[in-house]
């Protein structure tokens, strides 16, 4: 299935383009084509599997028809955070259809807020309590929300929100489209869903699991030494046949020429090279010109190369199915393969995610008299502390006391991971 298949409009259609997406995930699969038909919808999905696209693209289509400067659709979710994370996404999403949305949350003047939605908004991000303020100042009218999406709806119960939902939902027309997402389904969201959607479709999605011939090791290291880490690992393992994926084309690119300057034998795949030259970087990959091949997600979905010993997760994946498809380019055919993910401290919330649909955590490896850097976490107030000049580098770990650098390693290597590790 194609994002084409769904018939957005033109403008939709390239700011979809324009995200990087290409083909629609599970969950945008099932609920698009309810949600553009109409229905109500129930969506079992979790952070991660695409969702908010899922609901905010088929909204979009909608609002591209019918009056401006009116809140016509009304997401409500558990979390600043989120709020503001699905905001960004619709701006992104709407980016030339000329919709715009304003996000709606404790904790920031209720002014500015107040000012935007003046300024005349079709689309509302809230969390509960601070929309409830608004509603009880009348410096919001709910009257004209044609779709309502309860996001996380499990973390709202979860948060105590359900009856400040309730509230809310006196101020919106009983005639709209309604949607409940949420990762659980305990009995409390079966009566809210009960509550707020009229004959809805039910679509569930569960993360599809990597396989259990790959193993997993997840390395943590700060941005500005994930090369050094790649250069490191690369001589240390027997690493036959090796796929690198970047987050950016560029990555890719410079990343591939890096290497070849480091005498591995490294290309690139990446859109932006023409058919030929992918043509060309395929088949050196295949025959083994090259046993490096540095991808972004889009360039590598068509790769199926047998016996890739492993995977390299350069920059962390955006979604666990990324991870899924990336981690399955090796250990395929009951061969068994290995797949290293480079974790900086702002990946934690992702592997978490991941760590959940393997059902384990992740093997943590450091590399021996590596210096993993950070992020601007402990060794840089070390540093400081002990007056070396700003932005003055460590010496490298061989030019220090063993037992030392291996203490100071380990801890600046623990970066924000409190959580998971
Ligand atoms: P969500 O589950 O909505 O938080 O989405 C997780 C991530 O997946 C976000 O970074 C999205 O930008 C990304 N994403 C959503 N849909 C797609 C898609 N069809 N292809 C690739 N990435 C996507």
Same mark, same amino acid.
């Given at each position: 299935?194609?994002?084409?298949?769904?018939?957005?409009?033109?403008?939709?259609?390239?700011?979809?383009?324009?995200?990087?997406?290409?083909?629609?995930?599970?969950?945008?699969?099932?609920?698009?084509?309810?949600?553009?038909?109409?229905?109500?919808?129930?969506?079992?999905?979790?952070?991660?599997?695409?969702?908010?696209?899922?609901?905010?693209?088929?909204?979009?289509?909608?609002?591209?028809?019918?009056?401006?400067?009116?809140?016509?659709?009304?997401?409500?979710?558990?979390?600043?955070?989120?709020?503001?994370?699905?905001?960004?996404?619709?701006?992104?999403?709407?980016?030339?259809?000329?919709?715009?949305?304003?996000?709606?949350?404790?904790?920031?003047?209720?002014?500015?807020?107040?000012?935007?939605?003046?300024?005349?908004?079709?689309?509302?991000?809230?969390?509960?309590?601070?929309?409830?303020?608004?509603?009880?100042?009348?410096?919001?009218?709910?009257?004209?929300?044609?779709?309502?999406?309860?996001?996380?709806?499990?973390?709202?119960?979860?948060?105590?929100?359900?009856?400040?939902?309730?509230?809310?939902?006196?101020?919106?027309?009983?005639?709209?489209?309604?949607?409940?997402?949420?990762?659980?389904?305990?009995?409390?969201? *079966?009566?809210?869903?009960?509550?707020?959607? &009229?004959?809805? @479709?039910?679509?569930? /999605?569960?993360?599809?699991?990597? +396989?259990? #011939?790959?193993?997993?090791?997840?390395?943590?290291?700060?941005?500005?030494?994930?090369?050094?880490?790649?250069?490191?690992?690369?001589?240390?393992?027997?690493?036959?046949?090796?796929?690198?994926?970047?987050?950016?084309?560029?990555?890719?690119?410079?990343?591939?020429?890096?290497?070849?300057?480091?005498?591995?034998?490294?290309?690139?795949?990446?859109?932006?090279?023409?058919?030929?030259?992918?043509?060309?970087?395929?088949?050196?990959?295949?025959?083994?010109?090259?046993?490096?091949?540095?991808?972004?997600?889009?360039?590598? *979905?068509?790769?199926?190369?047998?016996?890739? &010993?492993?995977? @390299?997760?350069?920059? /962390?994946?955006?979604?666990?199915? +990324?991870? #899924?498809?990336?981690?399955?380019?090796?250990?395929?055919?009951?061969?068994?393969?290995?797949?290293?993910?480079?974790?900086?401290?702002?990946?934690?919330?992702?592997?978490?995610?991941?760590?959940?649909?393997?059902?384990?955590?992740?093997?943590?490896?450091?590399?021996?008299?590596?210096?993993?850097?950070?992020?601007?976490?402990?060794?840089?107030?070390?540093?400081?502390?002990?007056?070396?000049?700003?932005?003055?580098?460590?010496?490298?770990?061989?030019?220090?006391?063993?037992?030392?650098?291996?203490?100071?390693?380990?801890?600046?290597?623990?970066?924000?991971?409190?959580?998971?590790?």
């Amino acid at each position: 299935m194609n994002f084409s298949d769904f018939e957005f409009h033109p403008t939709i259609a390239a700011a979809i383009n324009k995200c990087g997406y290409t083909t629609p995930t599970a969950i945008q699969q099932q609920a698009m084509p309810h949600l553009l038909g109409g229905h109500d919808l129930l969506g079992l999905a979790q952070t991660g599997t695409g969702k908010t696209a899922a609901f905010v693209l088929p909204a979009l289509q909608k609002l591209q028809q019918g009056p401006r400067k009116k809140v016509r659709a009304m997401i409500l979710t558990p979390t600043r955070e989120l709020a503001e994370q699905v905001h960004e996404n619709i701006q992104q999403m709407a980016a030339g259809t000329g919709l715009r949305s304003c996000s709606i949350y404790g904790g920031v003047s209720k002014y500015g807020q107040i000012k935007k939605m003046q300024s005349g908004v079709e689309i509302i991000v809230a969390c509960p309590g601070r929309l409830l303020d608004h509603l009880n100042g009348r410096s919001i009218d709910l009257s004209n929300v044609e779709m309502l999406i309860l996001d996380e709806a499990d973390q709202m119960f979860d948060k105590g929100f359900l009856p400040d939902i309730r509230r809310i939902l006196k101020h919106v027309p009983q005639k709209r489209q309604s949607m409940v997402f949420s990762a659980t389904m305990p009995v409390e969201i *079966r009566h809210l869903a009960e509550e707020v959607l &009229s004959e809805p @479709v039910t679509v569930q /999605v569960d993360h599809e699991k990597p +396989a259990a #011939t790959i193993s997993h090791v997840l390395y943590k290291v700060s941005q500005g030494r994930k090369t050094a880490l790649l250069k490191n690992i690369l001589q240390q393992k027997h690493m036959p046949t090796t796929l690198v994926f970047t987050r950016t084309k560029h990555k890719a690119k410079n990343l591939a020429k890096q290497l070849e300057k480091f005498g591995f034998r490294a290309t690139s795949l990446q859109g932006n090279l023409s058919q030929n030259q992918r043509k060309l970087a395929m088949e050196g990959f295949k025959s083994g010109k090259f046993n490096i091949l540095v991808a972004t997600d889009i360039a590598a *979905r068509g790769i199926d190369v047998s016996g890739i &010993s492993h995977v @390299v997760n350069y920059d /962390v994946p955006d979604t666990v199915e +990324a991870y #899924t498809h990336r981690t399955g380019r090796t250990g395929r055919a009951e061969k068994t393969g290995e797949a290293f993910t480079f974790m900086t401290s702002d990946d934690g919330k992702i592997i978490q995610v991941v760590e959940r649909t393997l059902g384990k955590k992740i093997r943590r490896e450091t590399v021996a008299d590596f210096d993993c850097g950070n992020d601007g976490s402990s060794s840089h107030r070390r540093s400081k502390a002990a007056g070396s000049p700003k932005g003055a580098r460590r010496k490298p770990a061989s030019a220090r006391n063993k037992k030392n650098a291996t203490r100071q390693r380990a801890s600046s290597c623990d970066f924000g991971l409190k959580r998971v590790a």
